[in-house]
């Protein structure tokens, strides 16, 4: 019988689930992010299986609380360059030079992204309750305006109108707290 392998630098299971969580909820944006740097969906396929490996292996140097998505795009751009040094210089549809100018654009996007999802939040929070619950119905899966109408016994006019009134709320919300 075989000796079982030293586990110690394995993440216990807390922190299974934690990665687990991170992972899931930024999976679609580090192939997306992977998709803009490589042509080919299949090597994008490749390189997201391969960084996927690596964010589970390396998960214990990630420091709790930095922004996870941010962490894994850097480890996805360099599986990328990885990728492309193995590849024939030939089969190349795009120059490192390109892919460094790519990579900071959607760094420098992600982090106005990550600003205005949190002036979204905290903005959709300062909504009242009876606001936030227009909101959570219209973009329940399959809502529809005559559907929310029919369960609040109103009209789609006045839903239409309540909900214009809401989303003005919010942008000019987030418009404040992003100019801040």
């Known amino acids: ?3 079982a392998p ?8 807390r922190q ?5 969580g991170l992972f899931t909820r930024h999976s679609r944006r580090i192939f997306s992010y992977i998709l803009t740097l490589v042509p080919n969906h299949a090597d994008a396929e490749e390189i997201f299986q391969e960084t996927s490996l690596t964010l589970w292996d390396k998960y214990a140097e990630y420091e709790p609380g930095t922004h996870f998505g941010a ?17 024939k210089s030939g089969t190349r549809a795009f120059s490192d030079e390109f892919l460094q100018v790519v990579d900071a654009q959607v760094v420098s996007s ?5 600003g205005a999802y949190r002036a979204l939040a ?3 929070a300062k909504l009242d309750e009876s606001d936030r619950m227009m909101i959570d119905k219209r973009y329940e899966p399959g809502a529809t305006t005559a559907k ?3 369960v609040l016994g109103r009209s789609k006019q006045w839903v239409y109108r ?3 009134k809401i989303h003005q709320q919010l942008f000019e919300c987030i418009t404040s707290t992003q100019l801040r």
């Open 16 to 20: 299974t689930g934690e990665f687990v």
């Open 110 to 114: 992600d982090e106005t992204l990550d």
């Open 148 to 150: 929310i109408a029919d």
């Open 162 to 164: 309540t909900l214009a």
């Open 6 to 13: 030293d586990d110690s630098n394995a993440p216990d299971r």
């Open 122 to 124: 905290d903005c959709y």
């Open 71 to 87: 962490w894994a795009c850097r480890i996805a751009y360099f599986k990328t360059l990885n990728f492309r040094s193995r590849q």
């Open 1 to 3: 019988m075989k000796p």
